[in-house]
C-alpha cells in the first residue's frame, strides 16, 4: 500500500483529474485541475499549495548537531545565524554529490533538513566516524507534514493566519502558530517565487491546511500538482535529483556521478577560500577546482524563439508552446564546421508561458559555460531530430524581486 | 521424442547424456551448429530436476525446482526459445512473515519496500537500498565471467595464462567498493555481513535464506556468503537478482528446451539410461545402454553430476588416480527436500486476509538468523529440522494453468535435510517429514491443514533416485569457493573436457554450477564445438 501523507484525507477530495502518482513511496497529485497552466498561473500570479510531505526530514539536535553537519554539508551551516535556511548539498569522499536539501538553523542545537531520499543512516555513520552520537540525527519524517506555499500573494494570505511572516526574509525561519497548531516557517521554495514552507506536526495537518484554504479562498489560492512545481523550478533554475542528476551513492559507475561544480553550484564552493573547516569531499573538490578537472557543467539553454518557431514551421506544425514540460534527454551539440558535433545534453525541457520561450537545463562542456554561447539543441520535429539555436543560460531565468523583497508590501504585485 | 531405437543408424556425431536442462540446452547448440546429435535419458520424460507433473488431475507440480533467475540470456536468443513457448512470469513478492505476527511484505517497488522495512527500522531500510544496490554491481561486474569458459590453473597453453592474467587485471580493476564486497562474500559468512549491515532480526532472515539456499551450511558459516551471492547473479528482465517463474513451471521451461533442440534437428531419446561410456585407447568411442545397445560417436558429453561422469559411467580406474581422489573430497551432501501441496484454497496469514497479492512470489518461513541455525544444528546431528526452514511459492497464483480454478498448488522448498540420516532411513520418515513441514506451516497459517488436499514429499534419496543427483544434492555439488569456476569440478579439468578425448562434461558439475542456468550446456558446448574446429 502507498503511503498518505498527513494532508491526504483532505487533498484526496480536491484532486479533480483522478490521476495520482507516486512519489518516495506516497500518493501525490501530479495536477489537481485539469490545466496545469492554472496552477501554474497560481505560483506566478496569485497564491500555489503544495504538499510536499514525501520530502525525507531529519533532526540534527544536540551540542554536537552543528559539528555534524559542518563536516557532513558542502556549505558551512555554522555561517548562517539562528532562525535562517541554507539551500545545500552533501558529497561523498571522492566530492559526488550525494543529495542536496534544505537546513534549516532554528538554534545552534537544533537543525532541520528535508531530503529526497533516505540519509538517516548515512548521516548517523558520519556522526559515529565523528565519535558523535548516532541519536544526534533523527528521522522525523512521519511527525510532520511539510505545504509550500508559493507565489505573490503568498504573504498576504499567511499574514491573515499570522504575522510571523511579516518581518521574516528571504531564507528566514520562525516558529509560530496557525490555527492554534506549532509550525515551523521558512521563507523558502522549490519555484523561484515569494514563498514559504510550513512545517506542520502531524496532528494539525488537517486544521493548517484548512486554514490555509480558508485564507486563501478570495486570493485564488489553488492548490498545485507537481507538474506544475516542476515547470516553475525550471525557470528558477532549480536541479531535480533523478532527473538532472542522480545521487552518487546508487551511481553504478562515475559517468553518473557528478561534482557540485559540475551540477553548476560553483557558488556553493566559493565560501571554501575563507575557511579549513574539513567536510566530506573537501580534499577532492579542492583538487577538481586545481587542475580544473571538472568534466562539465550544469547550466539553463535559452532557446531561441525564431529558430523554434522556424523548425516547426517547415515541418508545417505549429511549435508546442501549451503545457510542454519534459524530463527526457535531448543531446546539445557545439555550433562548429563539424555537423552534429556532440557536446553534452538537456536533463529538463519547458516551454515558460510566461517567458514566451523554451528553456531547458543542460550538461555542457566548460569552454562553452560562457553567458551567451550558442549551442544547438536537438529537439524532435515529427518524429525527426532537428537542431535549433539555444544560447547559455547561467542562473534562474525567472527572478521577481518580491522573491527577496525585505520591505513590507513589496511582496504585493 | 521417441523411446524406440533409431534403427537407421546407431552412429552420431555427438551423443549427450541426461536430458536435464544442461543436456537439452547442449544438446541444442550442439545439433543447431549441424551435428546429428542424440540426447539420451532415462526417464520417460525429460528435464531431470526441472519438470512438471500432474499428481492429482488438474495440479500441476514442481516436483523439484521450481523458479528460474539465472538462465543465461544469450541461450533464450541462439535456441529461439521464445518461438518455442518461453515465458517466465514474475515473481514480484516476497513475504516474509516473522514470529508474533510480524512480517515484511516487500513488492517491486523499492520506495514502497523502503517503508515497509522501516516499520522495522529505517536504518535497516536504507542499509538495504545500498547493499542490494552493491550487490547487483557485483554481478553485473562478475557477469562476463559467468558466461566463459574459465581458465584452466594446471595448464601452460598460452590463452590460460593470458586468461589468468585477465582474470588478475579484472580483480584490480574492479571498483573497490565492489571489489571489497565480493571479498566479503567469499570470506564471511552470511550472517557476519548481515550482522554488520542491519539491527533486525527479521530484515537479517530475509537477505540470510539466500546464504543457505540447497547447501549444507549455516548461515553463520563461512560458506553461506558465496551460496548468497551465487542466488543473486541471476534476473528477471534485468532487474538483478530477482526470480521468475516459466509458465507450465520449470518443466514448461524444459519443454521448449526440447522442442527448440529438436527444431535444430537433435534426436532426443527417453527411457533410454546409458550404463557406460565406451572408449580405447584414451578416445571415447559411444555409450553402451542399460539393455546393452551400442551406440557410436567421436564425442559423448555426460550431462550428469561429476560422480555419475567420472566414477560409474566410466571406469574409475581408468581415470588419472590425482583426480579420483580430488573427486572423493568433493561434497554433494544433500540437504534439501520439497513438499508439495494441492490446496483447496490459499492459506491466510492472521491480519492479511484481504492482501491479495501476498503470494505472488516467494514466502519465506525462516524468521531469524537463530530460527536457521537451530534447523541447521539438527540436521548436523542427523536428523530433519523440526522447524525448518521453508522458501514457499504458490505458482497458480500467477499461472492458473497450474490448478483448477480458484485452488492452488504450493511448492515447498524445505530446508535442512540431510541425505545421510544418523537414524533410519528416508523410505521411512518421508512422512514425518511432511507431517513436520505441515506443521510448521500450520504455525505461520492457521488453518493451512484444512486445505491440502494432497501432498507430495520429495526427500534427498528421492531426488538422487530420480535425476541421479548424488546424495541428492540439487546443485550436482556444494557451492563452495573449493567447488566453483576454477575448481568446478576439480582444478585441470573445470573446462568441460575429461580426460578421454572426446569425453566431456557439461552438467551443473561444471562451471558456473547449479541452478536453472544453462550455463554449463551452452559453454560446455563452445568447448565441443571449439575442439571440433581445432581437429577438423
Ligand atoms: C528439489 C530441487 C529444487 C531446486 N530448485 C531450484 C530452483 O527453484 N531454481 C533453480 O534455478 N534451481 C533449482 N534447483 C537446482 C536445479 O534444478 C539443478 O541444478 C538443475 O536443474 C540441474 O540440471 P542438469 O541438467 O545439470 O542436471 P539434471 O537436471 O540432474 O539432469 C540430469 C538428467 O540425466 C538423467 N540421467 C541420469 N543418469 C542417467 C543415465 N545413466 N543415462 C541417461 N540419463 C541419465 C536424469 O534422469 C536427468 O534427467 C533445484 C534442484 C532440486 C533437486
Known amino acids: ?413 | 521424442m521417441s523411446t524406440e531405437p533409431q534403427s537407421a543408424s546407431l552412429r552420431y556425431d555427438a551423443v549427450v547424456i541426461g536430458a536435464g536442462h544442461n543436456g537439452l540446452v547442449h544438446a541444442g547448440y550442439l545439433a543447431r551448429a549441424g551435428m546429428r546429435t542424440l540426447l539420451l535419458e532415462q526417464r520417460h520424460l525429460v528435464g531431470g530436476a526441472a519438470i512438471t507433473e500432474e499428481l492429482l488431475p488438474g495440479f500441476r507440480f514442481t516436483t523439484f525446482s521450481y523458479a528460474i533467475s539465472l538462465l543465461r540470456p544469450e541461450i533464450v536468443d541462439d535456441l529461439d526459445l521464445v518461438e518455442h513457448g518461453l515465458m517466465v512470469l514474475p515473481l514480484a513478492n516476497t513475504f516474509q512473515p516473522g514470529l508474533n505476527g510480524e512480517y515484511l511484505a516487500l513488492g517491486p517497488d523499492a520506495d514502497a519496500n523502503y517503508h515497509e522495512i522501516a516499520r522495522f527500522s529505517a536504518e535497516d531500510a536504507e542499509a538495504a537500498r545500498d547493499l542490494d544496490h552493491l550487490i547487483a554491481r557485483l554481478c553485473v561486474a562478475l557477469k562476463p565471467w559467468m558466461d566463459r569458459i574459465p581458465p584452466n590453473v594446471r595448464s601452460n597453453d598460452p590463452a590460460d595464462l593470458e586468461a589468468l592474467a585477465e582474470l588478475r587485471a579484472f580483480m584490480e580493476g574492479l571498483d573497490p567498493e565492489v571489489r571489497a564486497l565480493g571479498e566479503r562474500f567469499a570470506s564471511s559468512s552470511a550472517a557476519e555481513i548481515l550482522d554488520e549491515t542491519f539491527e533486525h532480526d527479521l530484515v537479517k532472515s530475509l537477505y540470510a535464506s539466500s546464504g543457505i539456499i540447497g547447501s549444507m551450511v549455516s548461515p553463520r558459516d563461512r560458506e553461506s556468503g558465496l551460496v548468497w551471492l551465487f542466488h543473486k547473479m541471476g534476473e528477471y528482465d534485468g532487474s538483478p537478482g530477482s526470480w521468475g517463474f516459466h509458465k507450465g513451471g520449470n518443466g514448461g521451461f524444459t519443454q521448449v528446451l526440447a522442442r527448440a533442440c529438436e527444431a535444430f534437428g537433435g534426436e532426443i531419446r527417453t527411457e533410454a539410461r546409458v550404463r557406460r561410456v565406451l572408449h580405447e585407447g584414451g578416445t571415447v568411442r559411444g555409450v553402451e545402454l542399460e539393455d546393452g545397445q551400442r551406440i557410436e560417436a567421436p564425442v559423448v558429453v555426460s550431462a550428469l553430476d561429476p560422480r555419475q561422469t567420472f566414477t560409474r559411467l566410466v571406469d574409475p580406474a581408468d581415470m588419472p588416480a590425482d583426480l579420483i581422489e580430488h573427486l572423493e573430497g568433493y561434497k554433494y551432501q544433500g540437504s534439501a527436500s520439497k513438499v508439495n501441496f494441492a490446496l483447496s484454497d490459499l492459506p491466510t496469514f492472521p491480519g492479511l486476509e484481504d492482501k491479495p497479492d501476498l503470494f505472488r512470489g516467494f514466502t519465506n518461513l525462516g524468521p531469524s538468523i537463530d530460527y536457521l541455525h537451530q534447523a541447521f544444528t539438527e540436521a548436523k546431528e542427523g536428523r530433519f529440522s523440526r522447524r525448518p526452514f521453508i522458501d514457499c511459492c504458490i505458482q497458480s497464483t500467477v499461472d492458473p494453468g497450474m490448478s483448477p480454478p480458484g485452488k492452488h498448488v504450493m511448492s515447498c522448498f524445505v530446508m535442512y535435510t540431510p541425505y545421510q540420516l544418523a537414524e533410519g532411513t528416508w523410505d521411512d520418515q518421508r512422512d514425518a517429514l511432511g507431517d513436520t513441514v505441515q506443521e510448521t506451516l500450520e504455525e505461520f497459517f492457521p488453518g493451512f491443514s484444512e486445505l491440502v488436499l494432497h501432498r507430495e514429499v520429495v526427500t534427498p534419496l528421492d531426488i538422487e533416485r530420480a535425476v541421479g543427483l548424488s546424495e541428492g544434492n540439487i546443485f550436482a555439488g556444494e557451492l563452495f569457493d573449493s567447488q566453483l569456476f576454477l575448481n568446478r569440478p576439480a582444478p585441470g579439468w573445470n573446462q568441460y573436457r575429461t580426460p578421454l578425448s572426446g569425453y566431456y562434461q557439461c552438467g551443473s558439475g561444471t562451471h558456473p554450477g547449479g541452478c536453472v542456468s544453462g550455463g554449463p550446456g551452452m559453454l560446455a558446448a563452445r568447448q565441443v564445438l571449439r575442439d571440433a574446429q581445432a581437429g577438423a
Not at chain 1, 548562517?80 to 545552534?108: E, K, N, P
Not at chain 1, 509550500?148 to 516558529?175: E, K, N, S
Not at chain 1, 496532528?203 to 507538474?227: F, K
Not at chain 1, 536541479?239 to 552518487?248: A, G, I, K, Q
Request: proline share 4%; hydrophobic share 40%; aromatic share 8%.
Open chain 1, 1 to 413: 500500500m502507498p503511503q498518505s501523507t498527513p494532508f491526504q484525507p483532505r487533498l484526496s477530495g480536491l484532486n479533480q483529474t483522478g490521476v495520482w502518482k507516486l512519489w518516495a513511496g506516497y500518493t501525490v497529485a501530479p495536477a489537481y485541475q485539469h490545466s496545469i497552466s492554472t496552477e501554474y498561473y497560481a505560483i506566478r500570479n496569485s497564491a500555489a499549495l503544495l504538499d510536499t510531505s514525501p520530502l525525507f526530514k531529519l533532526r540534527f539536535a544536540g551540542p554536537s548537531a552543528e559539528t555534524l553537519l559542518r563536516h557532513a554539508m558542502v556549505r558551512d551551516v555554522g555561517a548562517i545565524a539562528d532562525g535562517r535556511a541554507q539551500y545545500t548539498c552533501w558529497c561523498d569522499r571522492r566530492g559526488y554529490v550525494l543529495q542536496d536539501g534544505v537546513v534549516l538553523r532554528l538554534s545552534s542545537e537544533d537543525f532541520l533538513l528535508t531530503a529526497a531520499e533516505p540519509t538517516l543512516k548515512y548521516f548517523r555513520d558520519l556522526a559515529s566516524d565523528l565519535g558523535i552520537a548516532r541519536e544526534t540525527v533523527q528521522d522525523v519524517s512521519l511527525d510532520y507534514g511539510i505545504l509550500a506555499l508559493q507565489g505573490p500573494l503568498a504573504h498576504r494570505i499567511l499574514a491573515r493566519l499570522t504575522d510571523a511572516a511579516d518581518g521574516l526574509r528571504y531564507f528566514g525561519v520562525t516558529r509560530c502558530a496557525i490555527a492554534s497548531h506549532g509550525v515551523i516557517l521558512s521563507r523558502t521554495g522549490y519555484t523561484g517565487d515569494l514563498g514559504y514552507e510550513l512545517w506542520v506536526p502531524r496532528e494539525g495537518a488537517l486544521p493548517v491546511l484548512d486554514a490555509l484554504l480558508e485564507a486563501g479562498r478570495g486570493d485564488n489560492l489553488t492548490m498545485m500538482g507537481t507538474t506544475a512545481l516542476k515547470m516553475a523550478r525550471v525557470e528558477a533554475g532549480l536541479l531535480l535529483m533523478d532527473v538532472d542528476f542522480r545521487s552518487s551513492r546508487h551511481a553504478w559507475v562515475d559517468e553518473q556521478r557528478e561534482t557540485p561544480a559540475e551540477l553548476g553550484w560553483a557558488w556553493m564552493l566559493r565560501a571554501m577560500e575563507r575557511s579549513d573547516r574539513d567536510f566530506v569531499g573537501r580534499g577532492a573538490i579542492e583538487q577538481e577546482l586545481a587542475t580544473g578537472s571538472s568534466r562539465w557543467t550544469t547550466t539553463g539553454l535559452a532557446v531561441d524563439v525564431h529558430d523554434y518557431e522556424r523548425v516547426h514551421d517547415e515541418a508545417g506544425i505549429l511549435a508546442p508552446r501549451h503545457e510542454v514540460y519534459e524530463e527526457t534527454t535531448m543531446s546539445v551539440y557545439r555550433r562548429s564546421e563539424t555537423p552534429w558535433d556532440y557536446a553534452g545534453y538537456a536533463t529538463s525541457f519547458h516551454y515558460s508561458s510566461l517567458l514566451r520561450r523554451p528553456l531547458a537545463l543542460a550538461k555542457i562542456p566548460m569552454d562553452l559555460a560562457v553567458e551567451g554561447t550558442e549551442v544547438d539543441l536537438e529537439l524532435t520535429v515529427i518524429r525527426r531530430p532537428q537542431n535549433v539555436l539555444a544560447r547559455v543560460h547561467g542562473g534562474s531565468f525567472f527572478n521577481p524581486e518580491r522573491k527577496i523583497a525585505v520591505a513590507e508590501g513589496v511582496q504585493n504585485p
